[in-house]
Each structure stands twice: as C-alpha cells, then as structure tokens.
C-alpha cells in the first residue's frame, strides 16, 4: 500500500464518508425525476423502498469485503473470479466512477451557472474545481476520510434546517391520495428514487482501511440512512409545496422551493445561497470521492505512481463532461449512471459474494 492508506479509518469515519459520497446531484433533481417516473404523490414511498433496497445492498458490499480484510474491490475481484475477468471489472469499474465524477462535475456546473455565476463562462467554473479537487486528490485517501468527517455534520445539519424552512408553504393536500392509483408507480419509479443514492458502493473499498472491519455492514446502514432523512424530508416538503404536477414542470424544484421561502423577522432571506453553496460542498466531496476510486484503480490494475492517473485523467473528466450539448442530454448521462449503479453496487457485488461462498464457504469474515 502506499502511503496515503498508513492510517486506519474508525467507523464513524466510514460511514460519513458514504453519507457524504451519497449526498451529490440528487438532492436538486430527486423531486422531479421520481415525479415524473412516478406521477403520484406516493414519491415518498418509493423513496423509502429505493432506500432500503440501497442498504440491503449496502450489507451484501460489507459482508463481501469481510471475506477479504485489507483488499479493495479492484484487489479481491481478481481472487473470486480469477485474474483476466477481476481486470475486466477493475476497468469497468474505473469506467463508471469517472461516469458518475462527469455527471456529478456537469450538475455543479449548470447549477452554479443558473444561480449564482451566470455571465461566468461554464468551463471556468468547471477548471476551477476540479482544479481544487485534483488538490485534494493528491494528498491521499486520508485528507479526503478527513475532510469528509468534518463537512458531513455541518451540510446535513444546513440541508435539514433549509428545507424544514419551507414548511410555512406546506400543504397536506399535496401528498393525498395515497396511493391513488395502487402501488404500481410506487414499484415503477424505484429506479428514480434509488439513483440517488450513488456512493453506496464506495463501502467496497473503505472497508479494506477500517480499523475494524467487522463493522463495515454497521457503517454503510448508517451511511445510507442519514441521506434517506435529509432526502425523504426534502421530498415531502418539495412536493407539499409545489405538487407533484408542478414538480414534473421545474428543472431545479428544489432550489425553486427554497427561494420562495419568507421567514418574517429574519435577517437573512438569502436562503438559495447558503442551500447552494452546501451543495456545491457535497458535490466536491462526491466527485472527489469517484476520481480518486478511477485512479486507485489505474493504479492498483497497472502498478504505476497513482499520482500519473490523477493528472492523466483531469482532461478526461473536463471535457467528458461537456460532451453533453445541453441539460437534457447532461440528465440523460445521469440515467445511464443510474443503471450502470444498479449493475456495479447491485449485481456485481452479489454474483462475486455468491461466487465466495461456493469457492470458500468456510472462509472466516472478519
């Protein structure tokens, strides 16, 4: 190992740094992407089902790691599966994390344009971050657990008292009937609802650094269920606000939501800006966590310095992420992050813990 893996993470650690490798896009684009997958009030519930599907899968990527303490994914894939195909999946799953470090990098981009730097041109925006994040980036794993444990307590707490905020425009009505056309959109709109919670997975190579490795199943439960809160609550009061008819209409409802927020007395009324700004911290924390995860598997696949890959692969995401022509087609790319999650934090993690036991039933989980 090099050393920017000297130090062992404590579960606290970890699970912060799946809460806040979660937090990302999905948090602006949730409300309206499960309205219009979904087309009823019962968005909620989906969200709920998507999310304990997430930490059911969480626990298969914990329990799979057990089997192999102090490997990472890219390390123990090659075990299970042998060599030629643990390669094949160490480069799919390059792949994909710059796929979702692209999307999270484009997300950021036309937010921060549309709301706070709209004569700044896109691509400077964009350099300038990755140009901080490639910062962070080098210093190792450690900084990054670090920074991770700090930021998370001090967002979730900004995110959750910004949305309960919006409760003076809250109307019930928004939210009834419940399941007013039976729980078939419930079912339908999983994929929508589940997407969001792209991160999970990083459980797949935290693991190998825990003090206590034991506890990782323990981590990523609470890792996930700190972004179902701020999620569920962000879903209720976006929909009692606007409706979900209304939702299907707005780009950003959200945002949207928090700008129509008037707290009488209050000195500051600005609140999109201090919503926006926590957001762009957990889009740096998601992003940084994905293109550092492409780089260690560069790295670990071809035994050459890790810092080449984090230098080689900056104008890779930089104009990848503009390859998009315009916000529909930057929301599409996020679809097909979406069912490329569902293949590498769902499918793929199952068929190699299945494939363990039936090689190595006996092996001891630590």
């Known amino acids: 190992m090099e050393n920017h893996f000297s130090e062992k993470f404590t579960t606290a650690q970890v699970a912060s740094g799946v809460a806040s490798t979660i937090f990302g896009a999905g948090i602006v684009t949730l409300p309206r992407s499960a309205g219009e997958a979904i087309g009823t009030p019962d968005v909620w519930m989906s969200l709920l089902f998507g999310g304990t599907i997430c930490i059911a899968l969480g626990i298969v990527c914990a329990k799979l790691c057990q089997r192999y ?31 979702v470090a692209t999307y999270e990098l484009r997300m950021n981009a036309e937010v921060v ?106 981590a990523v439960v609470v890792g996930i269920a700190i972004p179902i809160m701020i999620y569920l609550c962000t879903l209720l009061i976006v929909i009692g606000t606007l409706s979900v008819q ?53 790295n670990q696949l071809f035994r050459t310095p890790i810092k080449y890959f984090h230098y080689g692969f900056f104008p890779v995401v930089y104009f990848l992420s503009f390859y998009p022509s315009n916000l529909d087609e930057a929301f599409q790319l996020g679809d097909i992050v979406g069912y490329l999650a569902m293949v590498f934090a769902g499918a793929i993690p199952l068929i190699l813990l299945i494939i363990s036991y039936l090689k190595d039933g006996s092996r001891v989980e630590k």
């Open 69 to 99: 303490p102090g490997l990472t994914f890219y390390d123990y894939s090659s075990q299970v599966t042998g060599k030629l195909i643990g390669s094949v999946l160490t480069i799919c799953f390059v792949i994909y994390c710059l796929l």
């Open 113 to 218: 344009r549309h709301y706070l730097l709209q004569r700044t041109p896109i691509e400077f925006t964009t350099f300038c971050f990755m140009l901080i994040s490639v910062y962070l980036v080098l210093g190792g794993l450690n900084p990054i657990v670090r920074l991770l444990e700090l930021l998370l307590p001090v967002t979730t707490i900004v995110l959750f008292v910004v949305m309960l905020l919006g409760y003076r425009n809250f109307e019930l009505e928004n939210l009834r009937p419940l399941l007013s056309e039976g729980i078939s959109p419930v079912l339908k709109g999983l994929h929508s609802t589940a997407t969001p919670f792209i991160g999970f997975e990083t459980i797949l190579f935290f693991t190998a650094f825990m003090r206590t490795s034991r506890d990782a199943s323990k």
């Open 246 to 298: 209304a939702v299907k209409t707005l780009t950003w409802p959200t945002i949207e939501v928090i700008r129509s927020i008037e707290f009488p007395g209050a000195f500051f009324t600005n609140f999109e800006i201090l919503f926006i700004t926590v957001w762009v911290i957990e889009m740096f924390t998601t992003f940084v966590v994905f293109y550092f995860l492409a780089s260690l598997g560069m």
